[in-house]
């Protein structure tokens, strides 16, 4: 069974940058697609950038050009690269993987950015 752990959310202020990680357990992390979403206060979780397992990425519009998402086979690992945070990044932010019609999610992680 496949198991996630998010880490790297903390408190910012805003224009900071921070990364995230994503460790997964098993062996079918490479044939997986990655993603990053987030879900603010009274908000809907949203998808925030995704990698498929051959490296093709996407973003939300509102993300593209300070976030950055990246995979490292050898440690299992999804990454979130963060820069020019702002307010409105504010959220708890989660970590999926999707293989076929399976999923699977980390526990979530903090990221708080202040003004």
């Known amino acids: 069974q496949v198991q996630l752990v998010d880490s790297g959310g903390g408190l910012v202020h805003v224009g900071g940058s921070l990364r995230l990680s994503c460790v997964a357990s098993?062996?079918?992390?490479?044939?997986?697609?990655m993603g990053w979403y987030r879900q603010a206060p009274g908000k809907q979780r949203e998808l925030v950038a995704v990698?498929?397992?051959?490296?093709?990425?996407n973003y939300v519009d509102s993300v593209k050009g300070r976030f950055t998402i990246s995979r490292d086979g050898a440690k299992n690992t999804v990454y979130l690269q963060m820069n020019t945070l702002k307010p409105e990044d504010t959220a708890v932010y989660y970590c999926?993987?999707?293989?076929?019609?399976?999923?699977?999610w980390g526990q979530g992680t903090q990221v708080t950015v202040s003004s």
């Open positions: 098993g062996s079918i992390f490479s044939f997986s697609t």
């Open positions: 990698i498929t397992s051959v490296g093709s990425t």
């Open positions: 999926r993987l999707t293989i076929f019609a399976n999923e699977c």
